[in-house]
């Protein structure tokens, strides 16, 4: 059951308001007489959706939604307009109204609409914070992950650096993050170029001599590179991957790439050989 709080300054209206929305039986409803009661009531209860009245006096629907909007946060909040308020409809948008409704005469068709555009508001805010909420799980995960490791979205900005990344390039995420147009690949390579992660993007581009094997899997790509000034000017061998993320549907919805200092495996291998000459 959704609880809402109706806000309105004809007690008559959210009478008929609380009446037809608690018989479908899926909302309880609480009534304000006024903006300032509706603050002082959504300081003390969580509502699933605020539902206002525009014109009411001392601070109408616009100023409290700006206000909600200020204290609260993204509340699904909905707005009922006069006919004819176009520019009120623009105010409403602009401060992040969830839906407006115009009163009309045939009330019936009126708690209809409101009725659907609270449910709908409701469910839109829940998928949207869990879907933020699954999104900060992916990148705590990739804050933690051993490997260095970024995450690119579908328009090719940086929206993840972890702490790994942070110590192999000396770059912090706080000067990454956000940036695009190949910025990412500086720290590697101290130009701008493509990157394995880029490919996966859809990018198209030649096979780097630098690299030692490409190989591609799937979705997958591997390969190997040297970095000549990683590691204090001795260089570094990193093994490198890059995939597409996907959301629940299986579309794509940007990209990741890692890379592992193998630097050792090559020191051991080499010292191997050595002894072998001997």
Not at 1 to 10: F, H, T
Not at 116 to 122: G, P, T
Request: proline share 3%; hydrophobic share 40%; net charge negative.
């Amino acid at each position: 059951m959704y609880s809402v709080l109706c806000v309105d300054d004809e007690m008559g209206f959210l009478d008929i308001n609380k009446i037809l929305l608690e018989n479908t039986g899926e909302f309880t409803v609480d009534t304000a007489p006024s903006a300032i009661v509706a603050l002082e009531m959504i300081q003390k209860t969580d509502y699933d959706a605020i539902v206002s009245d525009y014109n009411m006096p001392d601070m109408d629907g616009i100023a409290l939604l700006k206000q909600v909007r200020s204290d609260f946060g993204n509340v699904p909040y909905l707005l009922f307009t006069g006919k004819g308020r176009e520019e009120v409809v623009i105010a409403a948008v602009d401060n992040g109204v969830d839906y407006y409704i115009q009163k009309g005469t045939d009330i019936n068709a009126m708690m209809a609409e409101l009725r659907h555009k609270i449910k709908r508001a409701i469910d839109r805010r829940r998928m949207k914070d869990e879907l933020d909420m699954s999104r900060q799980r992916l990148m705590n995960i990739i804050n933690f992950l051993p490997d260095a490791t970024f995450v690119l979205n579908n328009y090719g900005s940086v929206i993840a650096w972890n702490k790994a990344m942070e110590k192999m390039t000396g770059l912090p995420a706080t000067e990454i993050l956000g940036k695009s147009d190949l910025e990412y690949s500086v720290p590697f390579y101290k130009e701008k170029r493509p990157l394995l992660i880029d490919l996966v993007l859809g990018d198209t581009f030649s096979e780097d001599s630098s690299y030692r094997y490409f190989e591609k899997v799937g979705d997958k790509i591997t390969s190997e590179v040297f970095i000549p000034h990683f590691n204090e000017g001795e260089g570094a061998n990193l093994w490198i991957t890059a995939s597409p993320l996907y959301d629940a549907s299986g579309a794509v919805t940007g990209a990741i790439e890692s890379f592992r200092d193998i630097s050792d495996y090559y020191a051991i291998r080499r010292d191997m050989n050595v002894y072998r000459d001997m």
